[in-house]
């Protein structure tokens, strides 16, 4: 006996090393295929750019183009194509990128429709190609991270382990796109997740290494060239220390500004599918005396580093390409904001370089405050002051600004969530009630009622009689039983169980159960929407004097019944979520399943 135990425990372990294998194989060969992603994605890139922008060779971007009038329309055009490609085609509205992932993290399971990847390419290579003022690595976590949910869903993986591989997959994507593996386990494990728990760590970071290598065979160029920079006096630390306190309120601004013209555009009458298109044509007009704002600005960030702009030219591009970037993503195109805030904060930070040094002869190279700069306006932008820190140090192949850099970034992170409290990623979220840090802190608070209503519950007419719902509840086992009008209008609750109680002491006679239900029924009875959670559920059954062993769903808009709740569904949900938290939490054996996989 002791012999057999031995050898099931044995086996166990044997098999639950042999699941850990299979998965970190999994997340390396996802890594792998979103470098080769990645890349493609480059060229999609570059082909959309010479489409829209083939007939223009020789623009010289150092220059106005008011010469050249007709490249306003390009963006135009671009934004026109996107518009109708959502309208006719995706048949919906284009969503936020990354903060879709992190809905499907906290609300669906981790589960994206693969089909979004194709949408997603598409639409976003057509908006930057043509001039849209918006960066790659958006679509390109977006991209990812649809990906690595569709593997996950055909091999069965569990919950716990599907959010990692989409967090593994939306980390690879950007590694892939910037050639920086740190950077993207950092942004997957900083904002996707938001924990630094070891292991999964080492995951991400398997994933995003072999992205990166899997890129660096087909492009081993960076994206943004950096030159090389001289050692900085130690009088820099202070100085960048300012920069950051400076540069936060641009991104805030342009948190502000995306979101904000955003909600100002949905709501403004006229084609969905042409408000892109006129956004395209405003950021083609600002291109016209600022060309550098077109597209996603990787080349002119070689230009701010490599020094050869004046000073008035990058006080103003900051905030042509904040509001460029507004204008793109506001209207309906697609893309991400990393490289616009890349930009943004080169440009900030190349003019307070450059001011500095007029005021300080030895106060470093402007290039080098670019730099800085570049991680000041991410990291307040994005609310990743990690990712912003190995940006810029990946950038430059050394850490030799390590001390600048971090100085900037704590105090730019700092003034900004003073500023406003949510990163341009959480927004969105907040916009639909969702908190992350409720979440985790009570499970029920990302489960929404319209995932866990009963639907077939039966239900009564207002006129139908006592005797007729006491046959029905002696034949469906249910004694609640909602009373709902023919139009769908909920009416109230009949609770069977109350009346017979109600009945013991009195005498029911023949005229009593010919009564109709809407004589006896309880009108004033909690109800819930179905895009409530079940923490709001808890809360108002907390609240409530007494409550049924159901609580009836109704539509928030028309009044119109949709279902039940059950009782002891809440009382489950809570179990099975609970449980799959203490699992994240303690990284159980992979063999073993969670309960709440659904």
Known sequence: MRYAQQLRRSW??????????AFALLVAVIGGGMGLVAVGFRVMLRAANELFFGRFHGLNLTATLFDHPEVALVPAAGGLLVGLYFQYVVRRPPGHGVSEVMVALETRGSRLPWITSVHTAIASSVTIGSGGSAGPEGPIIQIGAALASGAGQMFRISAVRLRLLVACGAGAGLAGMYHAPLTGAAFAAEVLLEELEPRSFSLLALATV???????????????????????????????????????????????????????????????????????????????????????????????????LDVWLLLALPFAKVVATSITLGSGATGGVFTPSLFTGAAFGGAFGLIAHNVWGDAGPSSAYALVGMGTVVAATVNAPLTAVLLVCEFTSNFTLLPEVVA??????????????????????????????????????????????????????????LAAAVALAHKTGKTCLPVVREDGLFEGVLNIGALALEAQGAGVDEDDTRRPVRELITKDVPVVSPDATLHDVALLVGSADFFHTIIPVVSREDGRYQGVLERVVILRSYSAVSRLQRLRGRRPEPGRRSVATS
């Open 12 to 21: 166990r372990v044997s098999a639950t090393l042999d699941e850990r294998v």
């Open 210 to 308: 072999s992205a990166s290598a899997v890129a660096g065979q087909f492009a081993v160029e960076r994206p943004v060239p950096v030159p090389p920079l001289p050692q900085s006096p130690w009088q820099a630390v202070p100085l960048n220390l300012v920069l950051g306190l400076l540069a936060a309120p641009l991104g805030v601004l342009l948190i502000v500004l995306v979101h904000g013209f955003g909600n100002r555009v949905e709501h403004t009458r006229g084609p969905r599918w042409l408000k892109p298109a006129i956004g395209g044509l405003v950021v083609g007009l600002i291109g016209l005396g600022l060309p550098r704002v077109l597209g996603s600005s990787e080349n002119s960030i070689g230009d701010v580093l490599g020094g050869r």
């Open 408 to 465: 900037a970034v704590a105090a730019s992170v700092i003034v900004a969530r003073q500023l406003q409290a949510d990163s341009i990623y959480t927004l969105p979220l907040h916009h639909l009630g969702i908190d992350r840090a409720l979440m985790r802190r009570n499970p029920l608070a990302g489960i929404l009622v319209r995932d866990r209503l009963t639907t077939d519950w039966p239900t009564l007419r207002p006129d139908a009689t």
